[in-house]
């Protein structure tokens, strides 16, 4: 089964109706709310480390388990 991927404006759109900010998700889950906020405007390319961590937690990126296609 393929995980669904989302655009970063849906994430955005999730976080408002949820009534979470970016940065509280952010800092629950260890990561700088500065690269988060980078991450979802496309400012990083999220190859690896923390900026493809965070990439795959929101669900713009599939994670290490997806099948490659």
């Known amino acids: 089964m393929e995980e669904e991927l989302l655009a ?28 988060v906020y980078a991450v979802l405007k496309r400012g990083r390319k999220c190859l690896r480390g923390q900026s493809h961590a965070i990439a795959v937690a929101l669900k713009l990126k599939p994670g290490p388990d997806a099948p490659v296609p």
């Open 8 to 35: 970063p404006e849906e994430v955005l759109r999730r976080f408002r109706v949820n009534g979470t900010s970016v940065s509280r998700w952010a800092v629950e889950r260890g990561y700088s709310p500065a690269l």
